[in-house]
């Protein structure tokens, strides 16, 4: 899967002890804020129905595959797909341009795969599903071979060794059909969605700061649309990241935000991902969620991501943020309308 700033990676045993302690037998769970989809494809696996929502449309396409698309259904046809892309010609165009020329985050003899696969995933084409599954592969077969510290940020002086690595496609680790019935994915406002769903536990895992995910990851949006936006910057970001904000990045905006979507939800239990550097204190998050029910905390002291632990470079290579603190700690905030004991973890 693509790196992702805030994913649940490897807070997944925890969540899905949680989920299990709550739904002993099984049902329907909703992630709100699905991201890299790793926390849906983890429940899909356990057997629980999910759906999955994120409003940026590459984190839509990753749930598509991850969460929606069954692998029994897929596999052999994603296949022959995967192996028609892998033997069609390179030949640069608007990518190569864009991020590799002009900004530096794939090799350009990279980029020109990238183009051309790209272009031939639209010529077939294929079913939502079956194109969702195509481009999250080349979507992971380009984050595999970028010059970056993990975000579209910024790029690396020099190219970073994996950059120079031929750009290979995978099949991506597509989850059977449950018994449970259908898995979905939509894109689509975390409020509006919040109201939709009608299931036993509601999973949320909102940005917590400032950064936008739009801003941090736009050239996987751009290459998902594949609209070739105007861009901005060094970074060469699409124009609209600096319209479609999210009210979660926002200090003054996250309180009243996420009230409103604990407000909208109908399903008895709820699990909130949260940490010690965001907006939103545990003090006012409990105070938030208490108002649903019985609130259990479980705290997890976790190292924080690369770009905090090397420091931030820009285009020149100049470093211009400084080395931050080296861990912090992921707040599990699990509620739910009965008493509930939970497993405590580190
Ligand atoms: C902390 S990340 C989620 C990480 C995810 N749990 C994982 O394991 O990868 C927050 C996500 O919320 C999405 N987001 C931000 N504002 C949103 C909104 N108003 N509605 C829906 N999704 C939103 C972002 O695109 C981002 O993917």
Redesign the pocket.
């Known amino acids: 899967m693509i790196k992702?700033i805030?994913?649940?990676?490897a807070l997944l045993d925890p969540i899905l002890s949680s989920v299990r302690g709550l739904l002993p037998d099984g049902g329907i769970v909703c992630?709100?804020?699905?991201?890299?989809?790793?926390?849906g494809h983890a429940l899909k696996g356990q057997g629980y129905r999910v759906w999955s929502?994120?409003?940026?449309a590459y984190?839509h396409t990753l749930a598509t595959a991850y969460v929606q698309a069954d692998r029994n259904r897929w596999a052999d046809q994603a296949a022959v797909v995967l192996a028609d892309l892998a033997s069609t010609a390179p030949a640069e165009g608007w990518f190569t341009k864009t991020f590799c020329e002009d900004a530096r985050f794939f090799h350009p003899a990279n980029g020109a795969r990238i183009d051309a696969m790209r272009d031939r995933i639209d010529a077939m084409g294929l079913e939502p599903e079956l194109k969702a599954i195509a481009l999250v592969s080349l979507m992971e077969a380009a984050d595999r071979v970028d010059s970056t510290a993990g975000v579209h940020m910024a790029y690396m002086k020099r190219w970073a060794d994996r950059a120079l690595n031929p750009l290979t496609l995978r099949m991506p680790d597509l989850q059977p059909a449950t018994e449970a019935g259908p898995c979905r994915a939509t894109q689509?406002?975390?409020?509006d969605i919040a109201g939709q769903f009608d299931g036993d536990l509601v999973y949320l895992?909102?940005?917590?700061n400032q950064h936008s995910?739009?801003g941090n990851y736009h050239v996987w949006e751009s290459l998902v649309l594949w609209d070739k936006p105007e861009t901005y910057g060094i970074a060469n970001k699409r124009v609209d990241v600096r319209t479609r904000k999210?009210?979660?990045?926002s200090r003054p905006g996250i309180g009243p935000?996420l009230s409103a979507v604990v407000d909208a939800i109908r399903a008895p239990n709820l699990i909130v991902?949260f940490n010690d550097e965001g907006y939103l204190s545990r003090d006012e998050l409990e105070r938030m969620l208490s108002a649903r029910g019985h609130v259990q905390v479980i705290d997890i002291a976790r190292p924080r991501y690369v770009g905090a632990r090397i420091g931030i470079h820009n285009h020149k290579g100049k470093k211009v943020g400084a080395v931050g603190r080296l861990r912090n700690v992921e707040h599990l905030f699990v509620v739910s309308d009965r008493p509930m004991a939970l497993p405590v973890a580190a």
Not at 31 to 39: E, N
Not at 205 to 208: E, L, S, T, V
Not at 246 to 249: D, G, I, K, L
Request: aromatic share 14%; no cysteine; net charge negative.
């Open positions: 992702y805030g994913s649940k990676r992630d709100l804020f699905s991201g890299s989809a790793r926390v929502n994120d409003h940026n984190a689509g406002d975390a409020l895992d909102p940005p917590y995910y739009l999210s009210a979660f990045n935000a991902s």
